[in-house]
């Protein structure tokens, strides 16, 4: 492993607060941590005036047991590009050593992705965009379609979806994936949402599922319309 981040505590931070920016991070270590009440920066990068608690850019990091709660906007966002984002060393051109690296389309190593918690964020709990199509290349390069699968997610109280899968949804399977009270703000909110699903043979869903839209622990309101899978 590369970097731990590990068994942290983070309060009230403005822009994301694990930032993962390029694409070229992979084989770290991110596990235990508590990440509460992520702010928007108005003098940082663009995207952090969309924050996210966790902001990751490859989805070769091992994510095991971490908590975002209270975001203005991500729980956990993997902004996953067609390309990494900075040039010279680290790519973004041919000539970079990570130049050729396609972050939206690379495998995920199986169950790097375990028993993460996202509620009461912003927007969504958690967020594919702009879209995430792994593929059989290791560093993203085309081939078949390759089924991934994320782990044991638990995901509540989200003002708009809990899993937001962007524009392009591969082949993506969502093992014991828990949501309940989504959509606090939108009418139409889902706890599994995605506008396009490109991967084939049924490998895009849900197993071993539970989807909750009202319980107890209601908020003072609600939106009356919200959908499993949408």
């Known amino acids: ?25 992979m084989k770290n270590s991110i596990r235990r941590n508590l990440v509460v009440a992520t702010r928007a920066c108005t003098s940082c990068m663009n995207s952090d005036l969309t924050p996210a608690s966790f ?24 902004a996953l590009s067609s390309s990494v984002t900075h040039n010279g060393i680290y790519g973004g051109t041919p000539s970079g050593i990570y130049g050729h690296m396609r972050p939206h389309m690379m495998p995920m190593t199986w169950g790097s992705i375990f028993g993460n918690t996202a509620h009461s964020n912003g927007n969504n709990g958690v967020s594919f965009e702009p879209r995430y199509e792994p593929r ?4 993203g390069h085309g081939g ?33 994936l828990k949501v309940a009270d989504t959509g606090l703000e939108v009418r139409e909110s889902a706890a599994l949402w995605s506008r396009h699903v490109s991967a084939g043979n049924m490998t895009f869903g849900v197993q071993n599922a539970n989807f909750f839209a009202f319980t107890d ?7 009356d319309k919200r959908s499993g899978i949408n």
């Open 1 to 25: 492993l590369r970097l731990k981040v590990e068994d942290n505590v983070i309060f009230n931070t403005m822009g994301h607060s694990i930032y993962l920016e390029t694409g070229v991070e």
């Open 136 to 139: 059989s290349n290791t560093w």
């Open 55 to 78: 902001y990751i850019a490859n989805v070769n990091n091992y994510l095991e047991g971490n908590v975002a709660a209270g975001s203005l906007h991500h729980g956990f966002w993997f």
């Open 217 to 223: 622990n209601l908020p003072n309101s609600r939106s």
């Open 144 to 176: 078949s379609h390759r089924r991934t699968y994320v782990h044991n997610f638990t995901i509540f109280k989200s003002q708009v979806h809990g899993v937001d899968m962007g524009f392009h949804a591969g082949s993506i399977t969502f093992d014991g």
